[in-house]
């Protein structure tokens, strides 16, 4: 992406994407870092500029058909029925819940698309690697999973659970009608300790204290802590679905996708998959 498209594109009197070494674009870094530490969680708002906004929902909108969509039980940790059977019966893993959104994989995305180009970008990549206090960013090996579309249609949600990656870049591209609102627990766990009983609590619904809510408006870039954090998204209302672009990056190249992990989001796998020996961790944490 040229710097005239990003200039298009991104409100850089705001967020100084091309220049993030000037005093506006170190305190923009600075205020994203402090947020990113207190509670593992930064918005930049209205991040596309409000021209832009109409195209971003119709591409998104677009897409949204060429998404694997199913339903399925799952845990907070995504773990598999052998798995969880050899886990005690107080364990959050054995709390069943119903996950119903459904994603678009990169290769279904165009490269001319906005959130495409975006995710391409040096200029996105620098500046997210710097809010992320990290000296580099690397686009995913993983042809399906590097960047994807969540849609997630009235009625259903994404329930509750934690990230594979430590980080997680996203964009909400379509807001539904009513509901689908962003809940995270910040630092729930930590890379030491899983805080099961907290984890518990929450997923069953007898303690909200540590739950944020967050209300997302198209164009939003939200910087996001995921591992840590238990999260999820509420069910939209209305007749419009809630889209959002995920941007996946990693601190080393070439990271693909497990063949068990893409299978369940996308419902198929490719040769490159079955090629990766293993995935990158970050921790000995539950997935």
């Not at 944020?212 to 419009?240: E, I, K, N, S, T």
Request: proline content about 7%.
């Amino acid at each position: 992406m040229s710097d005239a498209e990003i200039a298009r594109l991104v409100d850089l009197s705001r967020y100084p994407l091309l220049d993030p070494d000037i005093d506006a674009g170190r305190e923009l870094v600075d205020r994203a870092r402090r947020d990113l530490a207190a509670c593992g969680c930064s918005v930049l708002r209205g991040f596309i500029r409000p021209d832009q906004l109409d195209e971003l929902r119709r591409e998104g909108a677009d897409l949204a058909s060429a998404s694997y969509d199913t339903v399925e039980t799952v845990n907070a940790y995504n773990l598999g029925p052998d798995a969880v059977r050899g886990l005690p019966d107080e364990h959050p893993a054995r709390i069943p819940m119903r996950r119903g959104n459904a994603f678009v994989a990169r290769d279904r995305i165009p490269a001319d698309a906005i959130v495409h180009r975006l995710y391409t970008s040096r200029a996105f990549q620098r500046f997210v690697a710097l809010c992320f206090g990290l000296p580099a960013l690397y686009e995913l090996g993983d042809p399906l999973a590097g960047l994807v579309l969540n849609v997630i249609t009235p009625g259903r949600e994404h329930p509750w659970h934690f990230d594979t990656n430590e980080f997680t870049v996203s964009m909400l591209t379509q807001a539904p009608d009513r509901g689908g609102e962003f809940e995270y627990c910040p630092n729930i766990r930590t890379p030491q300790r899983e805080n099961l009983d907290a984890v518990r609590a929450v997923v069953t619904g007898a303690d909200r204290t540590p739950v944020r809510r967050l209300v997302l408006d198209p164009g939003d870039l939200q910087l996001f802590q995921g591992r840590y954090a238990l999260h999820r998204v509420c069910p939209p209302g209305g007749g419009r679905s809630r889209h959002t672009a995920i941007f996946a990056y990693s601190e080393r190249p070439g990271v693909i996708g497990t063949v068990a992990r893409t299978r369940q989001l996308f419902g198929r796998v490719l040769p490159e998959h079955e090629a990766a020996a293993s995935k990158v961790r970050v921790d000995a944490l539950l997935d």
